[in-house]
């Protein structure tokens, strides 16, 4: 009787799975459809949040009594905001120097307040591209110009976010507190380097084409003075916001460490989220939504139609101001 013989048949070899690939090609399909249109998504998402709660509570904003103490704290408001954008020309100077390139600090307030307005443009890179032509056309290098106007708002989203992490109190503290850790290694210079020079490419790879690609300009030192001037602005702002809300009802000390922090990171939000030009619409519904526990909502949203505007007409009177002293120097020489 012969032995039986037994075969045994190499597994056959699975398919490799491509499901995933296939949704991975899905999700690119998608995103690259809808990133043209998430900014208006965006805007017109928060518009209309807005728009349902000031439908909803008209009634109660229009009774709303504006006293002669009330229009005092507007004009306030109004001079420190003007003051806290006149503050943040001189924190980009700061910047500026910080990249080793030469700039005259009147020349250079006065293209800041002027560029300043174009941020309410379609795409708001419009004050960034301004500003690196004429510190171009003045002789400083142009990847120095271009880093410059990159790590101004860079520094001034860290300052908000520090600002919002230390004035926020919470039983996490130790989070908060390694929050504020991470955040102070984010803006080391070996850190940072890298990131601009990625924001730089990204942005601008096809209005400056002529950005060199290996980088010759960078960060060498801790930047101390930006992120403290950073504090500085995002203090004048908060500042203007409380002399608004003190205009519509009184404040207690209390409220008051709530009221930074919350427009701290409404602050925040306004300037990453890809919402409308200068933080329109995502700034007013995030502090609705922060500071709803805090201020009747016919109070709350007076204040924040009250703070675009004080917003929009300071930065006009701004430019204005840096015409007018451009055009006096014009004459006079």
């Not at 995933?20 to 998504?41: A, D, H, N, S, T």
């Not at 965006?42 to 209309?48: D, H, Q, S, V």
């Not at 980009?92 to 307005?117: A, C, D, H, M, S």
Request: proline share 6%; hydrophobic share 50%.
């Amino acid at each position: 009787m012969q032995p039986t013989k037994i075969k045994i048949q190499p597994p056959k070899s699975e398919p490799k799975p491509q499901l995933l690939g296939g949704l991975l090609k899905l999700v690119k399909v998608i995103l690259g459809f809808v990133k043209p249109y998430l900014r208006w998504m965006i805007l017109g998402g928060t518009l209309f949040f807005l728009a349902a709660n000031f439908r909803k509570h008209w009634q109660e904003i229009s009774e709303i009594d504006i006293t002669s103490t009330g229009w005092t704290y507007l004009g306030l408001a109004l001079i420190v905001t003007l003051s806290a954008h006149v503050w943040s020309a001189f924190v980009w100077l700061i910047i500026v120097k910080e990249f080793k390139q030469p700039i005259r600090p009147r020349w250079g307030l006065r293209l800041y307040l002027i560029t300043n307005i174009a941020k309410y443009l379609p795409g708001n890179i419009w004050h960034f591209y301004g500003r690196i032509l004429a510190l171009k056309d003045s002789g400083i290098a142009l990847e120095a110009a271009a880093l410059s106007v990159l790590l101004e708002p860079l520094m001034m989203a860290a300052a908000a976010l520090g600002v919002a992490l230390i004035s926020y109190h919470s039983h996490y503290f130790f989070i908060q507190i390694l929050c504020l850790i991470a955040l102070g290694i984010g803006i080391h210079p070996r850190i940072l380097n890298p990131i601009l020079r990625y924001l730089e490419t990204s942005k601008f790879k096809k209005e400056l084409s002529d950005i060199p690609k290996e980088a010759s300009c960078q960060l060498d030192y801790y930047p101390v003075k930006p992120l403290l001037g950073g504090v500085g602005f995002i203090l004048l702002r908060w500042s203007g916001f409380m002399l608004i809300l003190l205009a519509l009802t009184p404040l207690n000390f209390e409220q008051i460490p709530v009221l930074l922090g919350a427009y701290s990171f409404a602050w925040l939000l306004g300037l990453l989220i890809p919402g409308a030009p200068g933080g329109l619409g995502v700034f007013e519904a995030t502090a609705l939504a922060l500071l709803s526990n805090q201020f009747a909502p016919a109070i709350l949203l007076g204040a924040i139609a009250f703070y675009r505007l004080v917003s929009i007409v300071a930065e006009t009177l701004g430019a204005l101001l840096a015409k007018l002293d451009q055009r006096f120097l014009d004459n006079s020489n």
